[in-house]
């Protein structure tokens, strides 16, 4: 059988669950069909929708990836959600990870796009978050991705215990590739970065942190793997001169998180035009995706219990 087929199942069954879900609940006259040849969910312009209580959809980005190219990903999304969703979408790629935390905690926008980290952290402070899909890394056709940390060849770094007495690059400390992973491996390689390292700097976003590296500010970085991927097909990190020299377990993907305080109807309609998204509109926050899939808070239990085994506090 091959890949491709399997995929095409995997999504079938993934949408039929949708409509089952639409049935349940919506209002009777709102009754969702299964497209099976196009594999969409549709529902008919007659249904109810609980979205004109809202008079903006408003939408906060973590910063994977500050560029012209981003901000193009972001405007065709807001477009296909504001077509989708019948009104209007604002979306908003903060400065720094812990902005985003606190516009959604606080309730400031309805949705989020967050890192695993991001996401446990928002859920401590405010209980009434919910993630609902994530997407599926286009690498690993799976909704999960790895951490890597990545030398400078320069740098006489072959491993982790070499990074002793040289200079790091950490994406944020509510980063789960850029801090909490990594973090747990030097832990368990008894590595203390605040004791072992010469110079910390705390880049704010993946695209920062190997800028860090290419310009020679520090020695090694960690970052997401597609980070490190796309870094190396512009040229920005050759592999003549950077080499990766650590890759962690697959962590769960960014989800995105949305308040349980919105209409059930809102929040199907919101899935299903995420599911249905195409290609196009898909890869924002500057992932490489093919698709989302939905999850569960239960799929971040694992970044729970790293946290807990750290002892990381939330702020």
Same mark, same amino acid.
């Given at each position: 059988?091959?890949?491709?087929?399997?995929?095409?199942?995997?999504?079938?069954?993934?949408?039929?669950?949708?409509?089952?879900?639409?049935?349940?609940?919506?209002?009777?006259?709102?009754?969702?069909?299964?497209?099976?040849?196009?594999?969409?969910?549709?529902?008919?312009?007659?249904?109810?929708?609980?979205?004109?209580?809202?008079?903006?959809?408003?939408?906060?980005?973590?910063?994977?990836?500050?560029?012209?190219?981003?901000?193009?990903?972001?405007?065709?999304?807001?477009?296909?959600?504001?077509?989708?969703?019948?009104?209007?979408?604002?979306?908003?790629?903060?400065?720094?990870? *812990?902005?985003?935390?606190? #516009? /959604?905690? @606080? +309730? %400031? =926008?309805?949705?989020?796009?967050?890192?695993?980290? $991001? &996401?446990?952290?928002?859920?401590?402070?405010?209980?009434?978050?919910?993630?609902?899909?994530?997407?599926?890394?286009?690498?690993?056709?799976?909704?999960?991705?790895?951490?890597?940390?990545?030398?400078?060849?320069?740098?006489?770094?072959?491993?982790?215990?070499?990074?002793?007495?040289?200079?790091?690059?950490?994406?944020?400390?509510?980063?789960?590739?850029?801090?909490?992973?990594?973090?747990?491996?030097?832990?368990?390689?008894?590595?203390?970065?605040?004791?072992?390292?010469?110079?910390?700097?705390?880049?704010?976003?993946? *695209?920062?942190?190997?800028? #860090? /590296?290419? @310009? +020679? %500010? =520090?020695?090694?970085?960690?970052?997401?793997?597609? $980070? &490190?991927?796309?870094?190396?097909?512009?040229?920005?990190?050759?592999?003549?001169?950077?080499?990766?020299?650590?890759?962690?377990?697959?962590?769960?993907?960014?989800?995105?998180?949305?308040?349980?305080?919105?209409?059930?109807?809102?929040?199907?309609?919101?899935?299903?035009?995420?599911?249905?998204?195409?290609?196009?509109?898909?890869?924002?926050?500057?992932?490489?995706?093919?698709?989302?899939?939905?999850?569960?808070?239960?799929?971040?239990?694992?970044?729970?219990?790293?946290?807990?085994?750290?002892?990381?506090?939330?702020?």
């Amino acid at each position: 059988m091959h890949a491709s087929y399997r995929q095409r199942m995997a999504q079938f069954v993934l949408l039929l669950f949708l409509t089952i879900l639409s049935i349940a609940c919506t209002p009777p006259r709102n009754n969702s069909t299964l497209d099976p040849v196009n594999n969409e969910v549709r529902i008919p312009e007659t249904a109810n929708s609980d979205a004109s209580t809202l008079a903006q959809l408003n939408i906060a980005i973590i910063p994977h990836r500050a560029s012209a190219e981003e901000q193009e990903k972001i405007d065709r999304l807001a477009d296909y959600l504001q077509t989708s969703l019948g009104l209007p979408v604002k979306i908003s790629l903060t400065e720094d990870y *812990d902005t985003s935390i606190d #516009l /959604l905690v @606080e +309730g %400031k =926008v309805e949705v989020a796009y967050l890192g695993p980290f $991001s &996401y446990v952290k928002a859920k401590e402070q405010n209980p009434e978050l919910e993630p609902i899909v994530a997407h599926i890394e286009k690498s690993t056709g799976r909704p999960w991705y790895t951490s890597t940390i990545v030398v400078n060849t320069e740098s006489g770094i072959e491993k982790l215990a070499d990074l002793k007495g040289k200079r790091f690059g950490f994406v944020s400390k509510s980063s789960t590739s850029g801090y909490l992973f990594p973090l747990a491996d030097f832990q368990t390689n008894e590595l203390n970065p605040e004791r072992d390292f010469i110079e910390i700097i705390y880049a704010d976003s993946h *695209d920062r942190n190997t800028a #860090l /590296l290419a @310009e +020679g %500010k =520090v020695d090694a970085i960690a970052v997401n793997k597609s $980070s &490190y991927i796309l870094a190396q097909k512009t040229g920005l990190l050759p592999e003549t001169k950077y080499r990766m020299i650590w890759e962690s377990a697959p962590i769960p993907s960014s989800p995105i998180v949305i308040s349980s305080k919105l209409p059930e109807t809102f929040k199907f309609e919101l899935k299903k035009a995420l599911i249905n998204a195409p290609t196009g509109v898909i890869a924002i926050g500057g992932i490489d995706a093919d698709g989302y899939t939905l999850v569960q808070d239960e799929d971040y239990e694992v970044i729970r219990k790293i946290q807990q085994t750290l002892k990381l506090a939330n702020p």
